[in-house]
Protein backbone atom coordinates (compact mmCIF):
# COMPACT_ATOMS: atom_id res chain seq x y z
CA UNK A 1 0.00 0.00 0.00
CA UNK A 2 2.63 2.45 0.61
CA UNK A 3 4.64 1.92 -2.94
CA UNK A 4 0.93 2.73 -4.10
CA UNK A 5 0.55 6.29 -2.01
CA UNK A 6 3.90 7.28 -3.19
CA UNK A 7 3.10 6.60 -6.65
CA UNK A 8 0.09 8.79 -6.35
CA UNK A 9 2.09 12.07 -4.90
CA UNK A 10 0.56 11.18 -0.99
CA UNK A 11 3.85 11.08 0.82
CA UNK A 12 4.61 7.69 2.92
CA UNK A 13 4.38 8.24 6.93
CA UNK A 14 7.66 9.08 8.61
CA UNK A 15 8.61 7.28 11.56
CA UNK A 16 6.06 5.29 13.85
CA UNK A 17 2.66 5.31 12.65
CA UNK A 18 -0.39 2.54 12.75
CA UNK A 19 -0.71 2.08 8.97
CA UNK A 20 -3.74 0.11 7.81
CA UNK A 21 -3.04 -2.92 5.91
CA UNK A 22 -5.51 -3.30 2.88
CA UNK A 23 -6.08 -4.80 -0.34
CA UNK A 24 -7.18 -1.78 -1.99
CA UNK A 25 -5.08 -0.13 -4.41
CA UNK A 26 -5.13 3.40 -5.39
CA UNK A 27 -7.25 3.76 -8.65
CA UNK A 28 -8.15 -0.19 -8.97
CA UNK A 29 -11.58 0.99 -9.88
CA UNK A 30 -10.19 4.03 -12.82
CA UNK A 31 -11.18 4.15 -15.96
CA UNK A 32 -7.62 5.68 -17.59
CA UNK A 33 -7.72 6.71 -21.57
CA UNK A 34 -7.43 8.79 -24.18
CA UNK A 35 -10.13 11.02 -25.50
CA UNK A 36 -8.79 12.87 -28.52
CA UNK A 37 -5.52 14.26 -27.28
CA UNK A 38 -6.19 14.61 -23.85
CA UNK A 39 -5.90 11.47 -21.15
CA UNK A 40 -8.56 10.53 -18.40
CA UNK A 41 -7.93 8.62 -14.79
CA UNK A 42 -11.40 8.54 -13.30
CA UNK A 43 -12.77 6.86 -10.72
CA UNK A 44 -15.92 4.70 -11.53
CA UNK A 45 -19.12 5.30 -10.46
CA UNK A 46 -18.31 8.06 -8.68
CA UNK A 47 -16.83 10.53 -11.20
CA UNK A 48 -19.54 9.38 -13.39
CA UNK A 49 -22.49 9.61 -11.39
CA UNK A 50 -21.53 12.97 -9.85
CA UNK A 51 -21.04 14.73 -13.15
CA UNK A 52 -24.02 13.67 -15.42
CA UNK A 53 -26.03 14.24 -12.34
CA UNK A 54 -24.28 17.87 -12.35
CA UNK A 55 -25.01 17.74 -16.28
CA UNK A 56 -28.82 17.07 -15.73
CA UNK A 57 -29.13 19.34 -13.38
CA UNK A 58 -27.47 22.06 -15.43
CA UNK A 59 -29.62 21.48 -18.25
CA UNK A 60 -32.90 21.12 -16.17
CA UNK A 61 -32.40 24.43 -14.94
CA UNK A 62 -31.66 25.94 -17.91
CA UNK A 63 -34.49 24.69 -20.01
CA UNK A 64 -37.30 25.15 -17.21
CA UNK A 65 -35.94 28.48 -15.17
CA UNK A 66 -39.17 29.13 -14.15
CA UNK A 67 -40.15 26.02 -12.95
CA UNK A 68 -36.71 25.75 -11.33
CA UNK A 69 -37.12 29.08 -9.26
CA UNK A 70 -40.05 28.39 -7.58
CA UNK A 71 -39.07 24.98 -6.47
CA UNK A 72 -36.31 26.64 -4.84
CA UNK A 73 -38.31 29.14 -3.87
CA UNK A 74 -40.23 25.79 -1.67
CA UNK A 75 -37.14 24.04 -1.05
CA UNK A 76 -35.36 26.54 1.33
CA UNK A 77 -37.63 27.68 3.98
CA UNK A 78 -38.99 24.37 3.97
CA UNK A 79 -35.51 22.29 4.99
CA UNK A 80 -34.38 25.64 7.64
CA UNK A 81 -38.01 25.77 9.54
CA UNK A 82 -37.68 21.58 9.42
CA UNK A 83 -34.66 21.02 10.40
CA UNK A 84 -32.63 24.26 11.91
CA UNK A 85 -32.58 21.82 15.36
CA UNK A 86 -30.82 19.23 13.47
CA UNK A 87 -27.94 21.38 12.18
CA UNK A 88 -27.23 23.22 15.35
CA UNK A 89 -27.55 20.04 17.07
CA UNK A 90 -24.73 19.38 15.01
CA UNK A 91 -22.78 22.10 14.87
CA UNK A 92 -22.55 21.91 18.77
CA UNK A 93 -21.16 18.29 18.86
CA UNK A 94 -18.31 19.28 16.20
CA UNK A 95 -17.16 22.13 18.55
CA UNK A 96 -17.12 20.51 21.56
CA UNK A 97 -15.21 16.99 20.06
CA UNK A 98 -12.90 19.58 18.34
CA UNK A 99 -12.33 21.76 22.48
CA UNK A 100 -12.09 17.67 23.44
CA UNK A 101 -9.07 16.52 21.19
CA UNK A 102 -6.68 19.86 21.70
CA UNK A 103 -6.65 19.06 26.11
CA UNK A 104 -7.06 15.17 25.43
CA UNK A 105 -3.52 12.69 25.10
CA UNK A 106 -4.09 12.69 21.72
CA UNK A 107 -3.14 15.73 20.79
CA UNK A 108 0.16 15.15 20.40
CA UNK A 109 -0.13 12.88 17.37
CA UNK A 110 1.50 13.98 14.76
CA UNK A 111 0.12 14.13 11.04
CA UNK A 112 2.33 12.18 8.93
CA UNK A 113 3.55 10.33 11.08
CA UNK A 114 6.09 10.53 14.09
CA UNK A 115 9.16 12.19 12.39
CA UNK A 116 6.90 14.55 10.18
CA UNK A 117 7.95 18.56 9.66
CA UNK A 118 5.56 20.62 7.94
CA UNK A 119 5.29 21.28 4.55
CA UNK A 120 4.52 24.95 4.54
CA UNK A 121 5.38 28.35 7.04
CA UNK A 122 2.94 29.47 9.10
CA UNK A 123 2.73 32.39 7.16
CA UNK A 124 2.11 30.11 4.00
CA UNK A 125 -0.84 27.97 5.32
CA UNK A 126 -2.76 30.57 6.90
CA UNK A 127 -3.15 32.37 3.59
CA UNK A 128 -4.42 29.47 1.44
CA UNK A 129 -6.32 28.50 4.93
CA UNK A 130 -8.24 32.13 4.60
CA UNK A 131 -8.47 32.60 0.91
CA UNK A 132 -9.99 28.91 0.38
CA UNK A 133 -12.50 29.08 3.41
CA UNK A 134 -14.22 32.14 3.64
CA UNK A 135 -12.67 34.59 1.51
CA UNK A 136 -16.00 35.95 -0.14
CA UNK A 137 -18.08 35.24 2.67
CA UNK A 138 -16.55 37.83 4.66
CA UNK A 139 -16.68 40.11 1.98
CA UNK A 140 -20.23 39.92 1.12
CA UNK A 141 -21.24 39.69 4.65
CA UNK A 142 -18.59 41.66 6.98
CA UNK A 143 -21.26 45.15 6.90
CA UNK A 144 -24.38 43.20 6.15
CA UNK A 145 -24.66 40.60 8.90
CA UNK A 146 -24.05 43.03 11.98
CA UNK A 147 -25.95 45.70 10.81
CA UNK A 148 -29.04 43.47 9.62
CA UNK A 149 -28.76 41.71 13.11
CA UNK A 150 -28.70 45.12 15.18
CA UNK A 151 -32.14 46.32 13.41
CA UNK A 152 -33.76 43.58 11.64
CA UNK A 153 -33.29 39.64 13.15
CA UNK A 154 -33.38 40.48 17.05
CA UNK A 155 -31.68 37.53 17.59
CA UNK A 156 -32.32 35.85 21.33
CA UNK A 157 -35.39 38.68 21.35
CA UNK A 158 -33.02 41.78 22.04
CA UNK A 159 -35.42 44.80 20.26
CA UNK A 160 -34.01 46.72 17.06
CA UNK A 161 -32.85 49.73 18.72
CA UNK A 162 -35.05 51.43 15.96
CA UNK A 163 -39.06 52.49 16.31
CA UNK A 164 -41.27 52.21 13.59
CA UNK A 165 -40.66 55.33 12.52
CA UNK A 166 -37.36 54.88 12.01
CA UNK A 167 -36.25 57.00 15.00
CA UNK A 168 -33.96 55.51 17.61
CA UNK A 169 -34.78 54.17 20.69
CA UNK A 170 -31.92 55.31 23.07
CA UNK A 171 -32.07 52.80 25.82
CA UNK A 172 -32.19 49.65 23.05
CA UNK A 173 -29.07 51.34 21.32
CA UNK A 174 -26.16 49.02 23.34
CA UNK A 175 -27.77 46.33 23.93
CA UNK A 176 -28.78 45.81 20.21
CA UNK A 177 -25.49 46.61 19.22
CA UNK A 178 -23.28 44.52 20.92
CA UNK A 179 -25.71 41.68 19.90
CA UNK A 180 -25.35 42.58 16.31
CA UNK A 181 -21.58 41.90 16.71
CA UNK A 182 -22.15 38.61 19.09
CA UNK A 183 -24.58 37.30 16.91
CA UNK A 184 -22.56 37.82 13.87
CA UNK A 185 -19.28 36.55 15.57
CA UNK A 186 -21.16 33.63 16.23
CA UNK A 187 -21.88 32.64 12.86
CA UNK A 188 -18.09 33.20 12.15
CA UNK A 189 -16.35 31.91 15.03
CA UNK A 190 -15.47 28.53 17.04
CA UNK A 191 -18.50 26.29 15.02
CA UNK A 192 -17.62 26.86 11.24
CA UNK A 193 -13.89 26.13 12.09
CA UNK A 194 -14.64 23.28 14.25
CA UNK A 195 -16.50 21.94 10.98
CA UNK A 196 -13.47 22.36 8.71
CA UNK A 197 -11.06 21.02 11.30
CA UNK A 198 -13.38 17.29 11.78
CA UNK A 199 -13.23 16.99 8.01
CA UNK A 200 -9.23 18.08 7.75
CA UNK A 201 -8.35 16.12 10.16
CA UNK A 202 -10.25 12.97 9.10
CA UNK A 203 -8.68 13.53 5.86
CA UNK A 204 -5.04 14.12 7.07
CA UNK A 205 -5.07 11.41 9.57
CA UNK A 206 -6.14 8.78 7.29
CA UNK A 207 -3.97 9.34 4.73
CA UNK A 208 -0.85 10.68 5.86
CA UNK A 209 -0.67 8.85 9.33
CA UNK A 210 -2.60 5.77 8.11
CA UNK A 211 -1.35 5.11 4.09
CA UNK A 212 -5.22 5.21 2.81
CA UNK A 213 -6.24 7.18 -0.33
CA UNK A 214 -6.58 10.91 0.25
CA UNK A 215 -10.83 10.84 -0.32
CA UNK A 216 -13.94 11.38 1.87
CA UNK A 217 -14.47 7.40 2.40
CA UNK A 218 -11.36 6.22 3.72
CA UNK A 219 -12.23 8.14 7.10
CA UNK A 220 -14.68 5.59 7.30
CA UNK A 221 -12.52 2.80 7.63
CA UNK A 222 -12.75 2.51 11.19
CA UNK A 223 -16.24 2.03 10.81
CA UNK A 224 -17.19 0.07 7.47
CA UNK A 225 -13.85 -2.04 7.27
CA UNK A 226 -13.20 -3.30 3.40
CA UNK A 227 -17.09 -1.95 2.49
CA UNK A 228 -15.39 1.46 1.78
CA UNK A 229 -14.14 0.97 -1.32
CA UNK A 230 -17.15 -0.71 -2.31
CA UNK A 231 -20.98 1.06 -2.56
CA UNK A 232 -21.11 2.43 0.21
CA UNK A 233 -17.66 4.51 -0.38
CA UNK A 234 -19.09 5.57 -3.30
CA UNK A 235 -22.26 7.01 -1.77
CA UNK A 236 -19.87 8.64 0.77
CA UNK A 237 -17.50 10.30 -1.99
CA UNK A 238 -20.86 11.19 -4.05
CA UNK A 239 -22.13 13.18 -1.48
CA UNK A 240 -19.17 14.87 -0.97
CA UNK A 241 -18.82 15.94 -4.52
CA UNK A 242 -22.22 16.93 -4.64
CA UNK A 243 -21.99 19.11 -1.16
CA UNK A 244 -18.64 21.07 -2.32
CA UNK A 245 -20.06 21.95 -5.80
CA UNK A 246 -23.08 23.16 -4.87
CA UNK A 247 -20.95 25.19 -1.18
CA UNK A 248 -18.82 26.47 -4.12
CA UNK A 249 -21.79 27.50 -6.68
CA UNK A 250 -23.43 29.91 -3.83
CA UNK A 251 -20.25 31.07 -3.15
CA UNK A 252 -19.17 32.11 -6.93
CA UNK A 253 -23.06 33.49 -6.76
CA UNK A 254 -22.55 35.74 -4.18
CA UNK A 255 -19.05 36.99 -5.47
CA UNK A 256 -20.58 37.60 -8.42
CA UNK A 257 -23.72 39.55 -7.02
CA UNK A 258 -21.31 41.77 -4.98
CA UNK A 259 -18.58 42.59 -8.02
CA UNK A 260 -21.64 43.92 -10.21
CA UNK A 261 -22.93 45.45 -7.78
CA UNK A 262 -19.73 47.15 -6.80
CA UNK A 263 -18.81 47.89 -10.62
CA UNK A 264 -22.83 49.68 -10.48
CA UNK A 265 -21.79 51.52 -7.81
CA UNK A 266 -18.10 52.60 -9.07
CA UNK A 267 -18.36 52.78 -12.52
CA UNK A 268 -22.21 52.65 -13.53
CA UNK A 269 -21.89 49.25 -15.36
CA UNK A 270 -25.80 47.34 -14.72
CA UNK A 271 -26.55 45.41 -12.17
CA UNK A 272 -27.94 42.73 -13.93
CA UNK A 273 -28.36 38.54 -14.30
CA UNK A 274 -26.36 39.13 -18.50
CA UNK A 275 -23.58 41.11 -16.24
CA UNK A 276 -23.11 38.55 -13.23
CA UNK A 277 -23.12 35.51 -15.88
CA UNK A 278 -20.31 37.44 -18.02
CA UNK A 279 -18.27 37.88 -14.39
CA UNK A 280 -18.96 34.60 -13.97
CA UNK A 281 -17.41 33.51 -17.40
CA UNK A 282 -14.60 35.37 -17.08
CA UNK A 283 -13.36 34.62 -14.03
CA UNK A 284 -13.92 31.17 -14.06
CA UNK A 285 -11.17 31.61 -16.84
CA UNK A 286 -8.83 33.15 -15.00
CA UNK A 287 -9.64 30.61 -12.70
CA UNK A 288 -8.72 27.73 -15.21
CA UNK A 289 -5.14 29.37 -15.94
CA UNK A 290 -4.64 29.58 -11.71
CA UNK A 291 -5.47 25.61 -12.23
CA UNK A 292 -2.95 24.79 -14.97
CA UNK A 293 -0.27 26.45 -12.79
CA UNK A 294 -1.10 24.26 -9.37
CA UNK A 295 -1.34 23.98 -6.17
CA UNK A 296 1.98 25.95 -5.57
CA UNK A 297 2.15 27.92 -8.24
CA UNK A 298 -1.75 28.96 -8.51
CA UNK A 299 -3.77 29.11 -5.19
CA UNK A 300 -0.77 29.57 -2.88
CA UNK A 301 0.56 32.39 -4.94
CA UNK A 302 -3.12 34.35 -5.40
CA UNK A 303 -3.82 33.28 -1.82
CA UNK A 304 -0.59 35.31 -0.52
CA UNK A 305 -1.50 38.27 -2.67
CA UNK A 306 -5.10 38.13 -1.62
CA UNK A 307 -4.02 38.31 2.50
CA UNK A 308 -1.96 41.09 1.88
CA UNK A 309 -4.75 43.44 -0.25
CA UNK A 310 -7.17 42.03 2.48
CA UNK A 311 -4.74 43.13 5.44
CA UNK A 312 -4.31 46.44 3.49
CA UNK A 313 -7.92 46.94 3.37
CA UNK A 314 -9.01 45.97 6.94
CA UNK A 315 -5.95 48.80 8.21
CA UNK A 316 -7.34 51.31 6.28
CA UNK A 317 -10.99 50.55 7.41
CA UNK A 318 -9.75 50.33 11.05
CA UNK A 319 -7.52 53.81 10.68
CA UNK A 320 -10.06 55.70 8.55
CA UNK A 321 -12.96 54.63 10.80
CA UNK A 322 -13.30 55.64 14.43
CA UNK A 323 -10.44 53.59 15.37
CA UNK A 324 -10.91 53.69 19.44
CA UNK A 325 -14.51 52.33 18.93
CA UNK A 326 -13.60 49.85 16.54
CA UNK A 327 -11.42 48.54 18.80
CA UNK A 328 -13.64 48.84 22.00
CA UNK A 329 -15.75 46.92 19.78
CA UNK A 330 -13.81 44.17 19.23
CA UNK A 331 -13.41 43.88 22.99
CA UNK A 332 -17.10 44.19 23.16
CA UNK A 333 -18.07 42.20 20.53
CA UNK A 334 -15.79 39.18 21.93
CA UNK A 335 -17.06 39.60 25.10
CA UNK A 336 -20.72 39.32 24.59
CA UNK A 337 -20.36 36.33 21.92
CA UNK A 338 -18.62 34.40 24.70
CA UNK A 339 -21.27 35.49 27.12
CA UNK A 340 -24.12 34.82 24.73
CA UNK A 341 -22.28 31.42 23.06
CA UNK A 342 -24.88 29.02 25.10
CA UNK A 343 -27.52 30.91 24.10
CA UNK A 344 -26.78 31.36 20.56
CA UNK A 345 -26.50 27.75 20.49
CA UNK A 346 -29.45 26.63 21.83
CA UNK A 347 -31.49 25.28 19.29
CA UNK A 348 -35.08 24.59 21.42
CA UNK A 349 -37.35 27.15 23.02
CA UNK A 350 -36.76 30.21 20.84
CA UNK A 351 -38.55 32.71 19.31
CA UNK A 352 -36.27 34.57 17.15
CA UNK A 353 -37.17 32.08 13.80
CA UNK A 354 -35.54 34.86 11.36
CA UNK A 355 -32.22 34.84 12.77
CA UNK A 356 -32.03 31.05 14.00
CA UNK A 357 -33.97 29.78 10.21
CA UNK A 358 -33.22 32.36 8.03
CA UNK A 359 -29.71 32.94 9.23
CA UNK A 360 -27.83 29.89 11.17
CA UNK A 361 -29.50 26.89 9.56
CA UNK A 362 -28.30 27.91 6.31
CA UNK A 363 -25.01 29.02 7.52
CA UNK A 364 -24.58 25.68 9.25
CA UNK A 365 -25.59 24.24 5.89
CA UNK A 366 -23.67 26.12 4.16
CA UNK A 367 -20.20 25.58 6.34
CA UNK A 368 -21.00 21.85 5.95
CA UNK A 369 -21.07 21.63 2.14
CA UNK A 370 -17.83 23.54 1.72
CA UNK A 371 -16.06 21.17 4.50
CA UNK A 372 -15.17 18.09 2.35
CA UNK A 373 -13.50 21.25 -0.16
CA UNK A 374 -11.94 22.90 2.64
CA UNK A 375 -11.10 19.77 4.99
CA UNK A 376 -9.63 18.35 1.94
CA UNK A 377 -7.58 21.63 1.28
CA UNK A 378 -6.57 21.98 4.48
CA UNK A 379 -5.49 18.74 5.42
CA UNK A 380 -3.27 19.11 2.30
CA UNK A 381 -1.19 21.53 3.79
CA UNK A 382 -1.18 20.25 7.10
CA UNK A 383 1.20 17.72 6.80
CA UNK A 384 3.83 17.67 9.94
CA UNK A 385 1.54 19.37 12.46
CA UNK A 386 0.77 17.72 15.75
CA UNK A 387 -3.17 17.18 16.07
CA UNK A 388 -3.45 20.01 18.91
CA UNK A 389 -1.43 22.74 17.01
CA UNK A 390 -2.97 21.82 14.13
CA UNK A 391 -6.75 22.24 15.80
CA UNK A 392 -5.81 24.65 17.50
CA UNK A 393 -4.65 27.00 14.66
CA UNK A 394 -7.88 26.22 12.11
CA UNK A 395 -10.05 26.65 15.37
CA UNK A 396 -9.03 29.63 17.46
CA UNK A 397 -6.84 31.67 15.42
CA UNK A 398 -8.98 32.42 12.26
CA UNK A 399 -12.07 32.59 14.70
CA UNK A 400 -10.13 35.66 16.23
CA UNK A 401 -9.36 37.25 12.64
CA UNK A 402 -13.35 36.94 11.80
CA UNK A 403 -13.92 38.64 14.91
CA UNK A 404 -11.55 41.22 14.16
CA UNK A 405 -13.07 41.61 10.65
CA UNK A 406 -16.28 41.66 11.76
CA UNK A 407 -15.55 44.14 14.39
CA UNK A 408 -13.96 46.55 12.08
CA UNK A 409 -16.30 46.78 8.96
CA UNK A 410 -19.41 45.90 11.08
CA UNK A 411 -18.45 48.38 13.51
CA UNK A 412 -17.91 51.08 11.14
CA UNK A 413 -20.82 50.61 9.68
CA UNK A 414 -22.95 50.36 12.90
CA UNK A 415 -21.00 53.78 13.92
CA UNK A 416 -22.53 55.00 10.37
CA UNK A 417 -26.30 53.64 10.51
CA UNK A 418 -26.64 54.55 14.39
CA UNK A 419 -24.81 58.50 13.99
CA UNK A 420 -26.73 59.53 11.15
CA UNK A 421 -29.62 57.14 10.13
CA UNK A 422 -30.97 60.04 8.44
CA UNK A 423 -27.92 60.14 5.76
CA UNK A 424 -26.38 56.61 5.94
CA UNK A 425 -26.14 54.49 3.19
CA UNK A 426 -25.22 51.13 4.87
CA UNK A 427 -29.39 51.96 6.44
CA UNK A 428 -30.26 52.50 3.55
CA UNK A 429 -29.45 49.38 1.67
CA UNK A 430 -29.17 46.86 4.59
CA UNK A 431 -32.09 48.13 6.62
CA UNK A 432 -34.22 50.21 4.49
CA UNK A 433 -34.48 48.66 1.42
CA UNK A 434 -32.84 45.15 1.60
CA UNK A 435 -29.65 45.39 -0.78
CA UNK A 436 -27.10 42.59 0.59
CA UNK A 437 -24.56 43.20 -2.18
CA UNK A 438 -24.59 46.62 -2.20
CA UNK A 439 -23.50 46.80 1.92
CA UNK A 440 -19.70 46.63 1.90
CA UNK A 441 -19.79 49.53 -1.05
CA UNK A 442 -22.18 51.43 1.08
CA UNK A 443 -20.03 51.27 4.33
CA UNK A 444 -17.04 52.61 2.00
CA UNK A 445 -18.74 55.40 0.46
CA UNK A 446 -18.99 56.78 4.10
CA UNK A 447 -14.73 56.73 4.45
CA UNK A 448 -11.94 59.10 2.54
CA UNK A 449 -10.75 57.57 -1.03
CA UNK A 450 -14.44 55.34 -1.20
CA UNK A 451 -13.78 55.53 -4.88
CA UNK A 452 -10.03 53.89 -4.22
CA UNK A 453 -11.13 51.72 -1.88
CA UNK A 454 -14.32 50.14 -3.62
CA UNK A 455 -12.39 49.20 -6.34
CA UNK A 456 -9.83 47.39 -4.23
CA UNK A 457 -12.76 45.72 -2.45
CA UNK A 458 -14.12 43.79 -5.85
CA UNK A 459 -10.54 42.83 -6.91
CA UNK A 460 -10.79 41.58 -3.50
CA UNK A 461 -13.80 39.78 -4.42
CA UNK A 462 -12.89 38.65 -7.59
CA UNK A 463 -9.62 36.99 -6.28
CA UNK A 464 -11.30 34.94 -3.76
CA UNK A 465 -13.72 33.78 -6.37
CA UNK A 466 -10.54 32.37 -8.25
CA UNK A 467 -8.97 30.67 -5.52
CA UNK A 468 -11.89 28.91 -4.20
CA UNK A 469 -12.72 28.05 -7.84
CA UNK A 470 -9.27 26.49 -8.03
CA UNK A 471 -9.17 24.66 -5.13
CA UNK A 472 -12.82 23.34 -5.09
CA UNK A 473 -11.63 21.93 -8.70
CA UNK A 474 -8.58 20.42 -6.99
CA UNK A 475 -10.35 18.94 -4.39
CA UNK A 476 -13.63 17.70 -6.47
CA UNK A 477 -10.89 16.29 -8.84
CA UNK A 478 -8.90 14.48 -6.59
CA UNK A 479 -12.35 12.69 -4.98
CA UNK A 480 -13.41 11.89 -8.44
CA UNK A 481 -9.75 10.39 -9.49
CA UNK A 482 -10.17 7.92 -6.47
CA UNK A 483 -7.70 9.74 -3.97
CA UNK A 484 -5.29 10.05 -7.24
CA UNK A 485 -3.72 14.30 -6.48
CA UNK A 486 -1.60 13.66 -9.82
CA UNK A 487 -5.13 12.89 -12.24
CA UNK A 488 -4.53 14.23 -15.45
CA UNK A 489 -4.90 18.82 -15.79
CA UNK A 490 -8.36 18.27 -17.88
CA UNK A 491 -10.27 16.84 -15.39
CA UNK A 492 -9.81 20.08 -13.28
CA UNK A 493 -10.94 22.01 -16.09
CA UNK A 494 -14.03 19.87 -16.52
CA UNK A 495 -14.69 20.71 -12.98
CA UNK A 496 -14.02 24.26 -12.48
CA UNK A 497 -16.04 24.62 -15.77
CA UNK A 498 -18.78 22.96 -13.98
CA UNK A 499 -18.52 25.04 -10.85
CA UNK A 500 -19.08 28.31 -12.86
CA UNK A 501 -21.82 26.77 -14.49
CA UNK A 502 -24.18 25.81 -11.67
CA UNK A 503 -23.52 28.98 -10.34
CA UNK A 504 -25.06 30.55 -13.79
CA UNK A 505 -27.84 28.18 -13.53
CA UNK A 506 -28.84 28.91 -10.22
CA UNK A 507 -28.58 32.57 -10.44
CA UNK A 508 -30.85 32.44 -13.21
CA UNK A 509 -33.28 30.17 -11.88
CA UNK A 510 -33.41 32.14 -8.59
CA UNK A 511 -30.60 33.93 -7.62
CA UNK A 512 -29.91 34.07 -3.72
CA UNK A 513 -32.46 32.18 -3.06
CA UNK A 514 -32.04 29.42 -5.27
CA UNK A 515 -28.15 29.37 -4.27
CA UNK A 516 -28.98 28.89 -0.52
CA UNK A 517 -31.29 26.33 -1.15
CA UNK A 518 -29.44 23.94 -2.70
CA UNK A 519 -26.65 24.56 -0.53
CA UNK A 520 -29.05 23.44 2.29
CA UNK A 521 -30.60 20.07 0.24
CA UNK A 522 -26.27 19.08 -0.27
CA UNK A 523 -25.35 19.81 3.71
CA UNK A 524 -28.35 18.41 5.24
CA UNK A 525 -27.66 14.33 4.12
CA UNK A 526 -23.77 15.53 4.71
CA UNK A 527 -24.29 16.79 8.28
CA UNK A 528 -24.82 12.87 9.01
CA UNK A 529 -21.52 11.87 7.58
CA UNK A 530 -19.36 14.47 9.77
CA UNK A 531 -20.90 13.07 12.56
CA UNK A 532 -19.87 9.45 11.90
CA UNK A 533 -16.80 10.91 10.97
CA UNK A 534 -16.04 12.17 14.72
CA UNK A 535 -16.19 8.73 15.72
CA UNK A 536 -13.87 7.39 13.05
CA UNK A 537 -11.36 10.21 14.04
CA UNK A 538 -11.49 8.64 17.31
CA UNK A 539 -10.57 5.14 16.48
CA UNK A 540 -7.89 6.10 13.98
CA UNK A 541 -6.68 8.28 17.13
CA UNK A 542 -6.74 5.66 19.74
CA UNK A 543 -3.92 3.38 17.46
CA UNK A 544 -1.79 6.15 17.15
CA UNK A 545 1.39 6.88 18.60
CA UNK A 546 1.65 9.99 20.99
Same mark, same amino acid.
Given at each position: ????????????????????????????????????????????????? @??????????????????????????????????????????????????????????????????????????????????????????????????????????? =?????????? @???????????????????????????????????????????????????????????????????????????????????????????????????????????????????????????????????????????????????????????????????????????????????? $??????????????????????????????????? @????????????????????????????? =????????????????????????? $???????????? $???????????????????????????????????????? $???????????? =???????????????????????????????????????????????
Amino acid at each position: MSDQTSATGIPEPEGASDIIETDFEIGQHNLEGQLGPFGFDIHNPVFLI @SSLSIVAFVVYALVAPEQAASFFGWLRPALTSTFDWFFMSAANVFVVFCLFLIVSPWGSVRLGGKEASPDYSYAGWFAMLFAAGMGIGLMFFGVLEPVYHMAISSPL =GVPSPFAADG @SIIPENVEAAKEMGLAATIYHWGLHPWAIYAVVALALALFSFNKGLPLSIRSAFYPIFGERVWGWTGHVIDTLAVFATLFGLATSLGLGAQQANAGLEHIYGIPNTITVQVILIIGITSIALVSVLRGLDGGVKVLSEINMVIAAVLLLFVLFAGPTVAILGDFVTGLGAYGADLVGLSN $PIGRTDDDYRQGWTAFYWAWWISWSPFVGMFIARV @SRGRTVREFITCVLLIPSLVCVLWMAVFG =GVAIDQVLSDPATSAVKANVIDSYS $PELSLFAMLEGL $PLSAITSTIAIVLVIVFFVTSSDSGSLVIDTITAGGKVDA $PVPQRVFWCTFE =GLVAIVLLIGGGLGSLQAMVISTGLPFTIVLLLMCVAIFKGLQTEER
